[in-house]
């Protein structure tokens, strides 16, 4: 699976995870790709639980969360977790196998390490990492996409109809797109 060019910007997970890889299962030839999705406002950014050749390339990470939020206890805080996990019980199984971090960066984190590893389990699960502190400039938006329909009235007269991100952020903007609300958690919350 490929996952590119997006934002995450806080969260509503107990655990407090922006972007979570998981693979609770033997998977012999299975693998991961996040690029240029940047995370700023959850308790741990990135994680892997159990996930084999997951790879994270141009990824970034910020200004992540270490109090409670809502009433939920605060979450590990760390920028990078990769761990284990079997809730079936089967032999040597889900450990993180093949984990890289390349040309990655992270900024204003409030614990270390950033990098992190369930070191009983799954002591070797990062093979790679290139993780900079970088203060680097968060995007929040992007992702650019125009969709145009033509939809019949019950005449028979065709209406054009726009869903486009990049018209605004006002209500009708929001609504003509089909998200609930504005499509955004605000993480101050």
């Known amino acids: 699976m490929t996952v590119r060019d997006g934002s995450i910007i806080g969260n509503n997970a107990l655990t ?29 950014c990135h994680s892997n639980y159990g996930g084999s050749n997951v790879t994270w390339n141009d990824c970034g990470c910020r200004d992540n969360v270490c109090e409670g939020r809502g009433g939920r206890d605060p979450g590990s805080s760390l920028m990078w977790y990769s761990g ?7 032999d040597n199984c889900c450990f993180a196998r093949n984990a890289k971090i390349q040309a990655s960066r992270f900024w204003n984190a409030c614990t270390s390490p950033w990098v992190w590893r369930d070191v009983t389990e799954n002591p070797e699960a990062w093979m790679e990492i ?20 033509i939809v019949p009235d019950d005449n028979g007269v065709d209406t054009r109809y726009e869903a486009d991100t990049g018209a605004g952020s006002g209500a009708e903007q929001i609504a003509n797109l089909g998200l609930v609300g504005d499509g955004r958690i605000d993480y101050e919350s």
């Open 16 to 44: 407090g995870v922006g972007f979570m890889w998981e693979e609770s299962n033997i998977l012999t030839d299975s693998w991961g790709l996040i690029e240029r999705v940047n995370i700023r406002g959850t308790g741990t």
């Open 84 to 90: 284990w996990e079997n809730p079936d019980h089967i």
């Open 130 to 149: 290139d993780l900079t502190p970088e203060d680097f400039t968060f995007n929040d938006h992007p992702i650019d996409l125009k969709i145009c329909f």
